[in-house]
């Protein structure tokens, strides 16, 4: 997990260069039927290959068709490629997309998948 103390070892006090990095890529097919129960689906993509990138958020938002727009985000390290569909608590259809972050703060944001469960 990301925890703030290893994101305290990233960030760097000194200057840094704002570099958006280049984005993630999704794999998880868009508009795909995942399963809520065990054997549970992975959500799939290729981290960001920019160096800079210190972690990532996924992020699910679900309830826009009903005017809800509830949103859960998930921390995640630079490298991980892969979030289980057991951590969601949603149902219908619902939009993606991963965020990558730099030291400097700066996010380039992934293209939006839909998927349905």
């Given at each position: ?89 949603s149902s219908g259809a619902t939009v993606w997309r991963v965020w990558s972050i730099t030291k400097a703060g ?12």
């Amino acid at each position: 997990p990301l925890t703030t103390h290893s994101l305290d070892r990233s960030l760097d006090d000194g200057q840094t260069l704002r570099i958006t990095p280049e984005p993630a890529r999704l794999l998880t097919p868009d508009g795909v039927h995942v399963s809520r129960t065990a054997p549970f689906d992975d959500f799939n993509w290729l981290p960001s290959p920019s160096t800079e990138v210190i972690g990532q958020v996924a992020e699910f938002m679900w309830g826009k068709d009903r005017n809800l727009g509830l949103t859960r985000l998930f921390f995640l390290p630079a490298g991980e490629s892969k979030l289980s569909s057991g951590n969601l608590m949603s149902s219908g259809a619902t939009v993606w997309r991963v965020w990558s972050i730099t030291k400097a703060g700066d996010v380039a944001f992934s293209e939006q998948h839909t998927f349905k469960n």
